[in-house]
């Protein structure tokens, strides 16, 4: 994945594979990119799978705070490895 960093035991990095996303390494996924920006299918090719998925579209220009709060509490109720891209 481009950009691929563990921080804090949580990855991030830049927009997963469809490979990637199914792989088994990740139970959930929080995607902060708009639904609207080109190459974006992390909705799509989890949609049926057992990956926990998390949508909170933001830039650095329009984060809020609650943004931050649904991230945190879908980081909390994670049950197992987090991917945030």
Known sequence: MKNEAVIGGITVGGQPSPEELTSGRFRHVLNIRGADEAGNVTGEVLAGSDVAYTSV?????????????????????????????
């Open 57 to 85: 579209p933001w830039t650095i220009d329009t984060v809020t705070n609650e943004d931050i709060d649904r991230m945190r509490d879908a980081i909390s109720a994670s049950e197992g490895p987090v991917l945030i891209h």
